[in-house]
């Protein structure tokens, strides 16, 4: 699949969803997630994200999405907003909004049907994974708020 990613809001764009996603990193590893058959990349692997609710904003699908895939229940204060890509898939525009979210020791994780697995991925097994497509450039995105 090729989509566009963009720092800036391109010319024509018109974003059909927005979404959330959650940059949760312990001792050097980012929280990753597998795709269970049942969407649309299956067997990929991306951080919790997913679409805001009617009347949502991005911290709370943030924290929604977080909880309802893996169980992690965080603070507005443990979420800090690092940004948006503008995506451009063949069939749809999209914003995607990156949080980061601190915490000192790793949680319990809880999958819902959503995902097949997790685990705690350094930059060197995130480069042999099958990620999403986008993930990787979104990765790169959150890594260099962490530098900003």
């Given at each position: 699949?090729?989509?566009e990613l963009y720092q800036t809001k391109p010319q024509?764009?018109?974003a059909a969803v927005e979404v959330s996603a959650c940059?949760?990193?312990?001792?050097g590893q980012l929280l990753l997630l597998q795709c269970s058959s049942s969407k649309p990349e299956p067997g990929k692997w991306g951080v919790p994200a997913g679409k805001l609710e009617i009347g949502e904003t991005p911290t709370?699908?943030?924290?929604?999405?977080?909880?309802?895939e893996t169980g992690i229940l965080v603070e507005n204060s443990d979420l800090r907003a690092i940004g948006s890509l503008y995506?451009?898939?063949?069939?749809?525009?999209?914003?995607?909004?990156?949080?980061q979210i601190t915490l000192k020791v790793k949680p319990e994780i809880r999958l819902s049907s959503e995902?097949?697995?997790y685990l705690?991925?350094?930059?060197?097994?995130?480069e042999t994974l099958p990620l999403m497509a986008g993930a990787l450039e979104a990765i790169q995105k959150y890594r260099s708020s962490l530098i900003d």
């Open positions: 699949m090729v989509i024509g764009f018109k940059y949760l990193e312990i001792d709370q699908a943030a924290k929604r999405e977080l909880y309802e995506i451009r898939k063949p069939n749809m525009d999209y914003v995607y909004h990156l949080f995902h097949l697995n705690w991925a350094s930059q060197q097994t995130m």
